[in-house]
């Protein structure tokens, strides 16, 4: 081990320091020295109410950073962009962290430019919470923890203790060695996550086709296996957006969730969110067909039949095949027949590069089931696996994307 390198456990990394309005802000002063010293680059952005609890020179001399705290410089007009602060760091540590900046967090307010920092990040967020104990334990504050931490934002828990308004509880912002602590045990974690940095969409669930304002046509898909996958590359530190149909299942953590409905919303926001990223894995059930009209009401019944008029909707995958430019691209296939000529079919007409073959006559494999018996098919040949959870495919599929991104 070398023991320098060790002292300097953040050397190299980007911290941006987010500074909010409490009296514990005067523990970012000797969080920031800290985090410096661990070798960090720190940038320090404050809400507008924090320089009165510390002042920009402190922290400006601090981090040997400019303080950022509007969204541009009345004096020359000079932008502060938040997403290119976002995308520059490799933490973004809000410490203190008050009632109400993590409410307009949880709420997604945008309101100053640490929030539209917050907004744009892509790294792994940590709050430290500071205020007095009756409002960290009200029900509206706990409630705003438990929705970020669902999205995946770390939180370094307050400490007991004396408080600034005289009482004692929890609610003390906790010290900045146990803050910086945890950000160098979280940087740690990241460095071992194989998929950190790639940015993947995974589409998944079914899509929904309106006839009239009731009825509408849809299929079987439960969206299990799609987020099971997103899930599972964002665990390996993929920065992912699920672009969903209809489903009843929650947002994987750490996942960003685009809801759609129809096919012509699916196309339109993966198509957007492919635009930014390194792969996409295909896995919703697309209606192929459409009505051509949507009747604006209730459609009566008669006695005798009825005819609908369908449209072919877009094909998604063989869209985003036809932009790939190198980049990833995974396909499902659900056959009833001719499994593996079928599934060969799609991989070369859709750009795939491996398609994960399930057939319905396989028992415990397709829709709503937790589990699935799958084929991967590629260029190279037939790889098929044995019956097992929707998770552990998951966990295949990910590891097939991991060696085919080295
Ligand atoms: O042609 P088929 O629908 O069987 O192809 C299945 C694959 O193509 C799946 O990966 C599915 O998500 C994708 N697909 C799509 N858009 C469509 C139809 C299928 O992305 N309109």
């Known amino acids: 081990m070398d023991p320098l390198q060790d002292a300097r456990p953040l050397e190299g990394r980007h911290i941006l320091l987010g500074i909010t309005g409490s009296i514990a802000a005067y523990k970012s002063a000797l969080l920031c020295r800290l985090l410096k010293t661990a070798g960090a680059d720190v940038r320090v952005v404050m809400t507008p109410l924090a320089k009165q609890f510390i002042t920009p020179l402190t922290m400006a001399t601090l981090s040997k950073n400019p303080i950022l705290v509007e969204f541009f410089d009345p004096e020359n007009g000079a932008w502060n962009s938040h997403v290119s602060l976002g995308e520059w760091a490799d933490c973004c540590l809000i410490a203190p962290a008050t009632a109400n900046t993590l409410a307009k967090m949880a709420a997604g307010i945008a309101d100053n430019l640490l929030l539209t920092t917050y907004l744009s990040a892509r790294c792994p967020v940590v709050v430290a919470p500071a205020m007095d104990l009756d409002m960290y334990a009200h029900a509206a504050t706990q409630e705003n923890l438990a929705r970020l931490a669902g999205r995946g934002v770390q939180i370094v828990e307050p400490a007991e203790g004396e408080l600034a308004s005289g009482l004692r509880g929890k609610g003390r912002m906790a010290e900045p060695d146990e803050i910086a602590a945890f950000v160098g045990r979280l940087l740690d974690e990241e460095k071992k996550k194989p998929l950190a940095g790639r940015r993947f969409v995974v589409t998944a669930g079914a899509t929904i086709e309106p006839i009239d304002p009731v009825r509408f046509i849809s299929n079987h898909s439960s969206g299990k296996m799609g987020y099971a996958i997103a899930g599972e590359l964002a665990r390996r530190g993929a920065d992912v957006v699920l ?133 991967f098919i590629d260029a190279a040949g037939r790889e098929p696996l044995p019956l097992m959870s929707k998770r552990d495919v998951a966990a295949r599929i990910a590891d097939k994307i991991e060696s085919l991104l080295k």
């Open 243 to 375: 672009v969903s149909g209809r489903t009843a299942l929650d947002t994987p953590e750490g996942v960003r969730r685009v809801d759609v409905l129809s096919a012509d919303e699916m196309y339109t926001a993966a198509v957007e969110a492919f635009r930014e990223a390194d792969g996409a894995v295909m896995c919703a059930a697309v209606a192929d067909y459409t009505p051509v009209a949507v009747a604006d009401r209730k459609i009566t019944k008669g006695d005798g039949e009825m005819t609908l008029t369908l449209r072919r909707t877009r094909d998604i995958a063989a869209e985003l095949g036809a932009d790939k430019r190198g980049r990833l691209l995974v396909g499902f296939a659900l056959e009833t027949h001719d499994e593996e000529a079928h599934a060969e079919a799609k991989l070369a007409k859709k750009h795939f590069d491996f398609i994960v073959l399930n057939s319905l006559r396989d028992a415990g494999a397709g829709f709503r089931g937790d589990t699935n018996k799958v084929t």
